[in-house]
């Protein structure tokens, strides 16, 4: 059961355009979200998160905004850049079960072409 | 800043062998996390640690043990490592609050 879906595995966009990259979440356990950015052969950085008690969160060409009622969450990157081509996981932290997991989605590729 | 080591970046291993990826952190965390990534699955969690001698199970444990004898030290092990564990293994810690994870780069292993 994917509790955290990234339903499209890859995204396309002009240099200069805005990337926005999709995540929607079925349990409402979660009270805390994050993207993660991925080059091949090195491990997942962090890049932004959001609280579920806000709606938005900023962070230079990063905003990350949290829709609590749909369960979904979506990352806006403008403008984009060659450089942010990259795999982009979204992941959702949380008290489940009595312990505390951090579950991911299943990543979206993301190519800036100039 | 936090660091994550991972023993080997690159690692081939026969069938039926017994293989260990090891992961050390410089800061003082307790929590420690092993998880595997594979193409159109995203991450996902094998095993975790809360502290010193302390596992607990995650999403897909089955064919994976861990060992946490020092806090700053986090081991996989694959008892008879199978083709179908052939995948980017990553570590990570975590510090309270929740938003604090950190990875190691990852060690990618192929079982031939």
């Known amino acids: 059961d994917q509790q955290v879906k990234q339903n499209s595995p890859s995204l396309s966009v002009q240099e200069g355009r805005i990337s926005i990259l999709n995540c929607d979440y079925t349990n409402s356990m979660f009270d805390y979200f994050l993207w993660y950015k991925k080059y091949p052969a090195e491990g997942p950085t962090f890049l932004i998160s959001i609280s579920s008690i806000k709606d938005k969160n900023e962070d230079g060409r990063f905003t990350v905004f949290l829709n609590k009622s749909a369960k979904h969450l979506s990352l806006h990157i403008v403008p984009s850049q060659p450089g942010d081509s990259a795999v982009y996981f979204c992941?959702?932290?949380?008290?489940?079960?009595?312990?505390?997991?951090?579950?991911f989605g299943q990543g979206t590729r993301l190519t800036i072409n100039p | 800043d936090v660091k994550v080591t991972q023993s080997s970046r690159y690692l081939v291993k026969r069938t039926g062998e017994k293989v260990f990826l090891e992961c050390v952190q410089d800061m003082d965390h307790e929590n420690m996390f092993w998880y595997r990534q594979d193409p159109g699955l995203g991450l996902r969690l094998i095993y975790f640690s809360y502290d010193v001698k302390m596992k607990e199970k995650g999403d897909i444990p089955e064919g994976y043990s861990v060992s946490r004898e020092k806090k700053e030290r986090f081991s996989l092990i694959l008892e008879s490592a199978s083709t179908n564990q052939t995948s980017m293994y990553l570590c990570a810690t975590h510090r309270q609050p929740a938003g604090g994870y950190t990875f190691g780069s990852g060690t990618r292993l192929t079982v031939v």
């Open positions: 992941a959702a932290s949380g008290k489940i079960q009595g312990a505390q997991k951090l579950v």
